[in-house]
């Protein structure tokens, strides 16, 4: 068989993939849920739960072995080689968003880390300076100023928004596995780098378990305060006050918390989100504005590439 034809096969099973949850989603739509960010809700959550169940049964075990068998050097090798492929993607994405400084950055990544880092393995480019960045058209698309739409959870890619779906269907073209040629090695390395990245994710369960009365809600929330940030490089804009309806004396001026993203020790693919203890007026602070009630600490996890783990490589710890 005619490996272009299998390559273009193997891309339309994706976009069909896609279209299937979109049109599941907009008939799901007539039942809406009253969130204006879940309008769908009754169908997400359903998916949800189909790609839970998947992941504990198939998903998760597969990368639990793979975490026992590998030392974690090999792993951090793994990690790298696809990190490296990653960065030709996240340059194209820089470019389009104009921010040629990072595309060149990306580019010298990954001239430096083919030639000097083994094709990658090694990520030299880092220890010299050169930082890691994370972008995919999902984020193009939204530095245009695309609106992103309604929240969507797909089939097997997980959580997504009707942009970060459309986005999707360029990111399979633009992914340079996707490409290659061989079939049998361009699955091996699709599925080693999906178990990859979902051991990488290991750590996560535990926190999202303890943290999540209701972890459909939880990870729906992280996911898009994670994907905000990353459109606008960790700088937001405000987003809508909210506070006024949870003012329970006289109106006062709501008050402001900075909040900062740390990352996780001893995990690449955690963000814990927390305040720096600054407050300042809603009138002159360009932080996200947090609720008096809801001032306890909030932790929320940045699932790296939980939107797309087949396609994408794992990300870094910045979206520049």
Same mark, same amino acid.
């Given at each position: 068989?005619?490996?272009?034809?299998?390559?273009?096969?193997?891309?339309?099973?994706?976009?069909?993939?896609?279209?299937?949850?979109?049109?599941?989603?907009?008939?799901?739509?007539?039942?809406?849920?009253?969130?204006?960010?879940?309008?769908?809700?009754?169908? /997400?959550?359903?998916?949800?739960?189909? /790609?839970?169940?998947?992941? *504990?049964?198939? +998903?998760?075990?597969?990368?639990?072995?793979?975490?026992?068998?590998?030392?974690?050097?090999?792993?951090?090798?793994? #990690?790298?080689?696809?990190? /490296?492929?990653?960065?030709?993607?996240?340059?194209?994405?820089?470019?389009?968003?104009?921010?040629?400084?990072?595309?060149?950055?990306?580019? %010298?990544?990954?001239?430096? /880390? @083919?030639?000097?880092?083994?094709?990658?393995?090694?990520?030299?480019? %880092?220890?010299?300076?050169?930082?890691?960045?994370?972008?995919?058209?999902?984020? #193009?698309?939204?530095?245009?100023?695309?609106?992103?739409?309604? &929240?969507?959870?797909?089939?097997?890619?997980?959580?997504? @928004?009707?942009?970060?779906?459309?986005?999707?269907?360029?990111?399979?073209?633009?992914?340079?596995? +996707?490409?290659?040629?061989?079939?049998?090695?361009?699955?091996?390395?699709?599925? #080693?780098?999906?178990?990859?990245?979902?051991?990488?994710?290991?750590?996560? !369960? *535990?926190?999202?378990?303890?943290?999540?009365?209701?972890?459909?809600?939880?990870?729906?929330?992280?996911?898009?305060?994670?994907?905000?940030?990353?459109?606008?490089?960790?700088?937001?804009?405000?987003?809508? !006050?909210?506070?006024?309806?949870?003012?329970?004396?006289?109106?006062?001026?709501?008050?402001?918390?900075?909040?900062?993203?740390?990352?996780?020790?001893?995990?690449?693919?955690?963000?814990?989100?927390? &305040?720096?203890?600054?407050?300042?007026?809603?009138? @002159?602070?360009?932080?996200?504005?947090?609720?008096?009630?809801?001032?306890?600490?909030?932790? @929320?996890?940045?699932?790296?590439?939980?939107?797309?783990?087949?396609?994408?490589?794992?990300?870094?710890?910045?979206?520049?």
């Amino acid at each position: 068989m005619d490996d272009n034809f299998v390559n273009k096969w193997f891309a339309g099973q994706r976009r069909g993939m896609l279209v299937l949850a979109l049109a599941a989603g907009m008939l799901a739509g007539c039942a809406t849920s009253g969130n204006p960010r879940d309008p769908i809700e009754g169908f /997400n959550r359903a998916m949800f739960d189909i /790609n839970d169940g998947l992941d *504990k049964a198939i +998903v998760r075990p597969i990368a639990q072995g793979y975490e026992a068998a590998l030392p974690a050097p090999v792993r951090k090798g793994v #990690t790298n080689f696809f990190a /490296n492929i990653g960065d030709v993607f996240i340059a194209i994405n820089n470019l389009l968003q104009g921010k040629v400084p990072e595309a060149l950055s990306d580019v %010298s990544r990954v001239a430096v /880390n @083919t030639t000097f880092g083994l094709l990658g393995v090694i990520d030299v480019a %880092s220890d010299l300076g050169l930082e890691k960045h994370e972008e995919d058209f999902g984020q #193009t698309f939204g530095r245009w100023g695309v609106e992103d739409g309604p &929240y969507l959870v797909l089939p097997l890619f997980g959580p997504s @928004t009707l942009r970060d779906a459309v986005g999707l269907v360029a990111d399979t073209h633009a992914d340079p596995v +996707v490409w290659v040629d061989d079939v049998p090695s361009r699955n091996l390395l699709l599925a #080693t780098r999906a178990i990859d990245n979902r051991a990488g994710l290991l750590s996560a !369960d *535990k926190i999202v378990e303890e943290a999540a009365l209701d972890r459909y809600s939880y990870m729906r929330d992280a996911y898009l305060q994670r994907r905000r940030s990353l459109i606008y490089d960790g700088d937001p804009p405000r987003e809508k !006050d909210y506070s006024a309806d949870f003012q329970f004396g006289a109106a006062t001026e709501p008050a402001v918390i900075r909040m900062r993203l740390e990352p996780v020790i001893g995990s690449a693919n955690l963000v814990v989100e927390r &305040y720096d203890g600054e407050e300042s007026s809603a009138a @002159t602070a360009p932080s996200v504005l947090i609720p008096e009630p809801l001032r306890p600490a909030l932790v @929320t996890m940045a699932w790296a590439n939980a939107a797309n783990p087949l396609l994408l490589p794992a990300a870094g710890q910045h979206g520049h």
